[in-house]
């Protein structure tokens, strides 16, 4: 009889001790919020991984725009936490109640914030010659930094379709006019100069193009149609303008004979047709090939501001009817320092209606970010070569971002890898 009343004792006490257990344990964490302000993360760049790998297992997660600078709430599980803690990026369980709140504060009519549900992780392609050095390209830097897989792709590859195995598309620092980056007038007897000239043409004779200008036109045209199609195109530097120069050039003759054996076409300029590139207008071609600019588009000659004052502030979106913008701005700050590059800025006066300038430099008069639609895809265009590197020059010792883990500069690059994951809502602007 005891040990029947023992018995069922226990019985009592072991279900109070599971009931206790397990209300304790539903207040317990269950997801994992990761912040992007300046004050909680030690490792900015790296946090954009943990997003990427996140997505990459299937764990559902939401992009908290203007939240602690952007953050990210993710489904916890054990193996993530895991990976911040190697990775050095910082996190916080929240239980679902304060997630809960988190997302009823962002839901506020009042708050100038949005949450985005994040799909998918993008297939990333980085459109670099071979043989080029990862450190001479600040989105290859940042990819590999923050863990983020990727392919290298080039011509051949590009004029075989296969930009439609991927979501998103960088450009590097690439000619697309075949004017070999117009460094001719400082590099013309250098052997690497010399090398990749031969190596180009070639490439395009190889690829049925009897001159370089016209491989690369076709290249550029099959990227056009890849961003037409619905893809996500990011560009750096050179490969913004000569992109749409290249475009606008199409059928006409703008290379000199250094460049391609034969001289230009006679009056040129005139033959340009704006209403083929993406983001430019009303632009004047440089004609002379000794100097090292390829239109007036780029403000880098024009530039009248000294390098400690040199910086660009984010613009301002409403997060809840702008939304592709406020993703595409999410910083721990609005000012960003600046940085040079072949092309370091862009003249807003050449910029077509309709793309945005998402950052800008008030002192100079400049835009130095700006995004637009084409088709059914975007891009975004970014100038200047390293936002850590400040006079970026060929040869320089390549960037160590294990210095910059927290480098607004480099998290716009980062903010456009993740876009494509984001469920889209319309943009009002």
């Known amino acids: 009889m005891f040990k029947n009343n023992s018995s069922r004792l226990f019985s009592k006490k072991s279900l109070l001790f599971l009931f206790l ?33 996140a997505l990459e297992n299937q764990l559902k997660v939401t992009w908290l725009l203007n939240y602690r ?48 549900e994040l799909e998918k992780a993008p297939k990333i392609a980085v459109y670099s010659p071979q043989g080029n050095k990862p450190w001479d390209d600040a989105v290859t830097m940042a990819l590999t930094y923050a863990e983020i897989p990727y392919k290298t792709i080039y011509d051949r590859e590009v004029l075989a379709d296969g930009l439609l195995l991927y979501d998103w598309l960088h450009l590097h620092h690439e000619d697309f006019t075949g004017q070999y980056g117009k460094f001719y007038a400082a590099f013309r007897t250098t052997p690497w100069y010399i090398q990749d000239k031969k190596d180009a043409e070639a490439l395009a004779a190889d690829l049925g193009y ?39 050039a199409n059928g006409v003759d703008i290379c000199e004979p250094m460049f391609d054996g034969d001289p230009s076409e006679p009056g040129y300029q005139s033959k340009i047709d704006f209403g083929n590139t993406f983001a430019f207008k009303d632009f004047q071609l440089e004609r002379n090939p000794m100097v090292y600019e390829f239109s007036d588009i780029d403000m880098t000659t024009k530039r009248n501001i000294a390098a400690e004052n040199d910086y660009f502030t984010l613009m301002d979106y409403s997060a809840k009817w702008d939304v592709v913008p406020t993703m595409l701005t999410q910083n721990h700050t609005r000012l960003v320092k600046g940085f040079m590059g072949q092309t370091t800025s862009f003249d807003p006066d050449l910029i077509k209606p309709g793309v945005l300038i998402m950052g800008e430099c008030k002192l100079n008069g400049e835009a130095r970010y700006i995004h637009g639609v084409k088709g059914k895809g975007f891009f975004t265009f970014y100038g200047g070569h390293d936002p850590e590197d400040y006079e970026h020059r060929v040869g320089d010792p390549k960037t160590e971002l294990e210095l910059h883990p927290n480098s607004p500069g480099y998290r716009l690059i980062l903010n456009n890898v993740l876009f494509p994951a984001a469920k889209k809502k319309p943009q009002k602007t």
């Open 210 to 248: 009897s001159k370089v200008s016209e491989e690369k036109l076709a290249v550029a045209t099959k990227i056009r149609d890849f961003v037409i199609g619905g893809g996500f195109m990011f560009a750096m530097c050179s490969a913004t303008d000569s992109f749409d120069i290249a475009l606008s």
């Open 69 to 116: 600078g952007g953050a990210f709430l993710i489904s916890d599980a054990q193996n993530l936490q895991k990976e911040c803690q190697i990775r050095g990026v910082d996190y916080e369980q929240v239980s679902d109640a304060k997630a809960t709140s988190i997302l009823e504060e962002i839901n506020s009519p009042a708050k100038n914030m949005e949450a985005v």
């Open 21 to 53: 257990w397990l209300t304790v344990f539903s207040a317990q964490a269950s997801r994992i919020l990761i912040p992007m302000d300046a004050e909680s993360q030690g490792d900015h760049l790296k946090a954009y991984g943990i997003v990427y790998y």
